[in-house]
């Protein structure tokens, strides 16, 4: 049982960057492609980039395309979201989510319902200020 734990959210000026951490910890993530999602209050959770398992291939939701750059560390186990000219509209609790299946493409993580991912971190709060 794979155990994520998201790091380095908080408060920025619009036009602010921060830089996310996903940490595994139980077993290693190094053959799962991984996803990052994000809900805002009142919003349904949705999709915002993912990487598959070796790193070299990535995908995001058009809102963040140009603007966050997902990384992975497979020797450290952590996955990154680094966030650059953040905008209110960013403003979300921030989850990243290993899915159930080896191997998977990042575009097909894109796709995948919450019943695909097998394992959840607790969320980081992001607030962005205007």
């Known amino acids: 049982q794979v155990q994520l734990v998201e790091s380095g959210g908080g408060l920025v000026q619009a036009g602010g960057s921060l830089r996310l951490s996903c940490a595994a910890s139980?077993?290693?993530?190094?053959?799962?492609?991984m996803g990052w999602f994000r809900q805002a209050s009142g919003k349904e959770r949705e999709f915002v980039a993912a990487?598959?398992?070796?790193?070299?291939?990535?995908y995001y939701a058009d809102s963040v395309k140009g603007r966050f750059t997902v990384s992975r560390d497979n020797d450290k186990n952590t996955v990154y979201l680094q966030m650059n000219s953040l905008s209110p509209e960013d403003t979300a609790v921030y989850y990243c989510?290993?899915?159930?299946?080896?191997?998977?493409?990042?575009?097909?993580?894109?796709?995948?319902?919450?019943?695909?991912?097998?394992?959840w971190g607790q969320g980081t709060q992001v607030t962005v200020s205007s």
């Open positions: 989510a290993a899915p159930r299946r080896l191997f998977t493409t990042a575009q097909a993580v894109g796709a995948m319902g919450p019943s695909d991912f097998g394992a």
């Open positions: 139980g077993r290693t993530v190094r053959s799962y492609a």
């Open positions: 990487i598959n398992s070796g790193g070299g291939g990535t």
